[in-house]
């Protein structure tokens, strides 16, 4: 599965986005899909994910209330609604792909990284 991510910008603090990953090579239907973020000089976290079937999902403590992440099997592609950004938001995202995998998985569980794209929140 190649995985392309999109949707990055420069935005205020407070503002909104949508991020997209589109997703070629084979359906997601059986992957967890999944967002992290590495904002520079730190660790690679997990931001939110979703189970295959788009029922269930999962969200860092960080953005709990504030992102929400949605895919469309149809399309093929996964999404973060990021809305309340703060600076600290700020970081490369990334979308993942997991086959059959649980919600809780830790980030080496994910099979299929896409090239991140980036969101700067000013203060």
């Known amino acids: 599965v190649q995985l392309q991510a999109s949707g990055g910008g420069l935005v205020q603090a407070g503002g909104s986005l949508r991020l997209s990953c589109a997703a070629s090579?084979?359906?997601?239907?059986?992957?967890?899909m999944a967002w992290f973020r590495q904002a520079p000089g730190k660790e690679r976290d997990f931001v939110a994910a979703i189970n295959n079937g788009g029922v269930f999902t999962d969200y860092g403590d960080s953005v709990k209330g504030r992102f929400t992440i949605s895919r469309d099997n149809a399309k093929n592609a996964v999404y973060l609604q990021v809305n309340s950004l703060e600076p600290e938001d700020t970081a490369i995202y990334y979308c993942?792909?997991?086959?059959?995998?649980?919600?809780?998985?830790?980030?080496?569980?994910?099979?299929?990284w896409g090239q991140g794209t980036l969101v700067t929140v000013s203060s």
């Open positions: 993942a792909a997991n086959f059959l995998g649980n919600l809780k998985a830790p980030l080496r569980d994910y099979e299929h």
């Open positions: 090579g084979r359906s997601i239907r059986t992957y967890t």
